[in-house]
């Protein structure tokens, strides 16, 4: 693996965990892919820092069992504008 792949996998794992950021929010801050997020933490990290994957799984996790409570939320806000 190259050096700058397994600089960028760690950068975003502090990233995550950081700011307790979600794979889109990560994926527009390092102007990459979710796609390229996604296999940086659960792929490429493990090999490099199996402990810090661990970290930025548990993050990742967290916000994969919200994420149906935040999309209702985003589509309530979303209606409440509309009739106004």
């Not at 600089?7 to 990560?26: G, H, L």
């Amino acid at each position: 693996m190259k050096d700058y792949i397994e600089e960028r996998a760690v950068e975003i794992a502090y990233y995550i965990i950081e700011n307790k950021a979600t794979v889109r929010q990560t994926a527009k801050a390092f102007g990459v892919s979710k796609s390229t997020i996604h296999k940086d933490v659960t792929d490429r990290l493990l090999v490099i820092n199996p402990s810090l994957a661990a970290e930025a799984r548990k993050v990742l996790d967290v916000n994969k069992s919200e994420r149906h409570i935040r999309g209702g939320l985003a589509t309530k806000e979303k209606y409440l504008h509309q009739h106004i």
